[in-house]
């Protein structure tokens, strides 16, 4: 996701969202896991509480942690969607 803010762009608040961003909650069985966007590290789960913020198309969320199969989700969301997603995974067998 790359923003660039102009005069003639769509208002962009403090948090850096917009008013046409998408934005979505992740619920997990893991919640320490970590929350990667089109391949891109953006924060531990525990730390979205509001959920994360993306443009409108298509991306691919992932879930990782050390002790479970990672999980992935392709969505493609509209201008200003809000989605709430379960992303559960696996425990990785020792």
């Given amino acids: 996701m790359l923003a660039l803010v102009g005069a ?4 962009v608040g403090p948090s850096g969202v917009s008013g046409s961003d998408a ?3 992740v619920k997990s069985n893991v919640r320490d896991a970590q929350m990667f966007v089109d391949g ?3 924060a531990p789960l525990t ?4 959920g994360v913020a ?5 991306h691919r969320f992932e879930l990782r942690h050390d002790d479970y199969f990672s999980s992935y989700l392709e969505l493609t969301l509209a201008r200003a969607e809000r989605r709430k997603v379960s992303m559960d995974l696996a425990p990785v067998l020792p």
């Fill in 8 to 11: 003639c762009g769509p208002k």
């Fill in 40 to 42: 891109r590290f953006v």
């Fill in 47 to 50: 730390a979205l509480g509001g």
């Fill in 23 to 25: 934005i979505v909650h």
């Fill in 54 to 58: 993306v443009e409108p198309g298509v």
